[in-house]
């Protein structure tokens, strides 16, 4: 009851306005330093709730002030958000950094990283703090884990035409990495369709079971699987444990679990899931400023594969722990404000959990206010939603391209403020006037009704005036001609697009 | 003196620049330079410039402006504001190095990774056949122990042969450097084997010379050598940086050492050649084909205010005389000056004559102070940081065969515009007061 409350006077009790900025821009000079909760002795992260006084939701919106006003930001999963009380912690480690680097690079860096791995072992109930490792973004922690199968490739351990599975829907950048790496060293790519909408975990599981149980059928050795825990486009929640049973019952030899969005979204248990690595980014949803993640790799694993970072530095053979916390003289302060971002989460009921919970109530509330009056439809069951929902877009609206998604997503942006992915999804076949555009709105917790009753009353808008997207012309984001030619085939959609 | 912006310049030397010095005689105060400086812990006497650079706070400032404006509005800021900014940073690095085209320069987070990117395309090449097992890839004595690390990751595992250049210490001239680099090309092309890469570091880091690289690379190519990669971590900001003078395919220099830009961002410039094979950046992301330059303008979310502040940069260096080509000039002068103070201080020497300085100079430490290991090094510069708030990096000199009470423990000191010259009494003192006090490093527990 009292969370619906809270909901009430969120999304109905207009906002107060609130300074631009809530923070100041420490300057060096003045040596004035925003104030903040960090306890700069603090080695245990404590996950207990403060008693009583939670954050209040002035404090929230003073926290979120720096984001563009006017804007229906409801794309947080794009590249998450950062609050400024953690964005002034980030500032302190910067100028400490900055203030006697050779000290700062010899004795604080290392016991931040320690402090932050810490932190994310206890978030995702890692055995061992030695299985986390922190990188830039899930980019990285995938080149790590795809460049140790293209030496497995090279030296023989694998055999040309060994295969990777991973979904249809795996993202862009991940599949540019396989071929990058495991591709190109002589890999063979297996990718598993399913249908959009999804119904239910079992299709998904069985179209994986089929796939894989076909190619080990002809023969072929699975030697790695990639599988999302919360999928970019189209959104919805993989389900991830049973999906690495089955990996491993068939005999794949090891599953990368790619969690761009999971942690701070979902539940993330390295005990439940199982996976040899699981990657995650915690600038989307678990509030640190951009870019920090982390790349589990299970202990049995690590005692007989050779991982590395790519860009090797001094501790390049003593571990990937180490690897990473050193790829050369770089800004890590990203990596060093988890506690800070824990004293933040901290302060709100239920802390990480409760926001996740609300975060996910609101958004399937908000994803059936719009599917109702549009009268579409979610693009999967309430169950299998995050912080995401995928809302069905009215079929009048002729998103029949992925360009058409773009050119939508653009004139949503431009014209009625409102930041929303949108996904084109292939009809099947015979399928009448199916509805083949989606919105993915999110939901964190600075967002507020009214930036969904403005996307809500665009797209109404759009309708009663007759809009389809072949009236579009090509996209207005059309880059200047020294980003003509490689910009193509992102506007044409060859690629899979920026979905983040 | 150190410090003094006022200090003369003896004529101007050639610019490539485009962006000229103000002419206006309006330039930068003493003052103004402590107040960029002043978040400096003021009880150190910095004289290590050259491992982790400085960065004034005005560029602290527009880093700031383009973090704040990534964060109110990243999708925005993605589609319209970043590649933009990236773009007007590498054309500027473009004039800085005097490159041909701006496609030649990429930007990324330091030379470890520019050194990544051109050492995993060699990886390829013996992996694809291109190479033989065994193809040599010649490298300095004197190389950074990160860029042998990654040899070793790249090079070695991939079958290819490396070749280390031996270079004596203390040096006298550069013949000694380009003698030792041609008997090692010698090595490489023996029993057939094609040298592949030579990898040739423009100011190495420790010991620290400047290396006669245009020298080096015309030697590399009379000698059929494939690729050549200058490693010049130091370089802008520290010595003269010229593309087509220098000739090498690949050229990397970290811009946070003496460039001012914070940390981290460094360029790799690839000479566009069509033996030149494609190069990927390690971290793929969504711009994987098109071009090093694009794919490492995007490498996954990231802050990439370090690479969008050049432009500001460029403004803080205008205002002093002679822009850059000025500074370096004045480190260069004040640094020398310096190191022989300390010289004769200590009763010691230079580890290499001015001519092959920049703006770094090594200076033999008393050999009383009993440096006899690289252990000894770390212990003693921890000491000298703690107890006497110095930080300067030392290095070992193993004692060759025969000698006998050899210095065997030299200093590297930098000098750069927030120095002073108490900073260098400070660390001439504190020598002065080890020796006096019998100091040795085996008192030190490790």
Known sequence: MAEKIIMFFRYYVPRFLCPNLSFRISRPSNRHYHKLNHNDTQTQVSVKQKPSSFITDTEIQSEFSHHAPGIARINNGSFGCCPASVISSLHQWQLKLLRQPDDFYLNELPNGILESRTVIKDLINADDVEEVSIVDNVSTAVAIVLKQTAWSFVEGKFDKGDAVIMFRCTYGAVKNSIKAYFLRAGGYAIEVPFNFPVTSNEEIVNEFKTALRREKGIGRRVRLAVIDHVTCMPSFVMPVKELVKICKEEGVEQVLVDAAHAVGCVDVDMNEIRADFYTGNLYKWFFCPPAVAFLYCRKSVMTHLDLHHPVVSHDYGNGLVKETGWVGTRDYSPYLVLPSVMEFVNRFEGGAEGIRNRNHDAVVEMGKMLAEAWGTNLGCPPEMCSSMVMVGLPACLGVLSDEDAMKLWELLCKKFSVEVKIHYQNPKDGELAPITGYVRICHQIYNKFEDYCRLRDAINQLVRDGFNCGNLEVCMFLPSSTFLVCRLPFIFGFFPRTRF | ?446
């Open chain 2, 1 to 446: 003196m150190a410090s003094s912006p006022d200090h003369h310049l003896n004529g101007d030397p050639k610019t490539h620049i485009s962006k000229k010095p103000k002419l206006s005689p309006t330039f930068i105060t003493a003052a103004e330079i402590a107040a960029e400086f002043s978040h400096h812990d003021p009880n150190v006497a910095r004289i290590n410039n050259g491992s982790f650079g400085s960065c004034p706070a005005s560029v602290i400032e527009a880093q700031q402006r383009w973090q704040l404006k990534y964060l109110a509005q990243p999708d925005h800021f993605y589609f319209n504001e970043l590649k933009k900014g990236i773009h007007q940073s590498r054309t500027i690095i473009k004039e800085l190095i005097n490159a041909d085209h701006v496609d030649e320069v990429s930007i990324v987070d330091n030379a470890t990774t520019a050194a990544a990117i051109v050492l995993q395309q060699t990886a390829w090449g013996f992996s694809e056949r291109k190479f033989d097992k065994g193809d040599a890839v010649v490298m300095l004595h004197y190389a950074y122990g990160a860029v042998k690390k990654s040899i070793e990751a790249y090079v070695t595992r991939a079958g290819g042969y490396v070749i280390e250049v031996p270079l004596p210490f203390p040096l006298k001239s550069n013949d000694e450097i380009i003698a030792e680099f041609k008997k090692a090309l010698e090595r490489g092309k023996a029993n057939g084997r094609r040298v592949r890469l030579a990898v040739i570091d423009h100011i190495t880091s420790m010991p620290c010379v400047v290396i006669p690289v245009e020298e080096l690379v015309k030697i590399c190519r009379e000698e059929g050598v494939d690729q050549i990669f200058v490693d010049a971590a130091h370089s802008i900001g520290c010595t003269d940086v010229d593309m087509k003078r220098i000739g090498a395919d690949y050229y990397t220099s970290n811009l946070h050492k003496w460039f001012f830009c914070p940390p981290s961002i460094a360029f790799l410039y690839c000479r566009k050649s069509p033996k030149c094979p494609e190069l990927h950046h390690p971290v793929v992301s969504h711009e994987y084909g098109n071009g090093l330059a694009i794919e490492s303008a995007w490498i996954g979310t990231r802050d990439y205010s370090p690479q969008l502040v050049v432009p500001s940069v460029l403004e803080f260096i205008n205002r002093f005389e002679g822009g850059i080509e000025g500074i370096k000039k004045r480190n260069h002068e004040t640094v020398v000056e310096m190191g022989q103070m300390l010289a004769k201080a200590w009763g010691t020497h230079l580890g290499c004559p001015p001519e092959m300085c920049a703006s770094m100079i090594m200076i033999g430490l008393p050999a009383c102070l009993g440096i006899l290991s690289e252990k000894d090094t770390h212990k003693l510069r921890t000491h000298l940081r703690e107890k006497f708030g110095v930080e300067v990096p030392i290095y070992f000199r193993p004692p060759k065969n025969g000698e006998v009470e050899s210095i065997n423990g030299y200093c590297r000191i930098s000098h750069q515009v927030y120095n002073k010259v108490d900073d260098y009494y400070k660390f001439r003192d504190a020598i002065n007061q080890l020796v006096s006090e019998g100091f040795t490093c085996a008192q030190l527990s490790s």
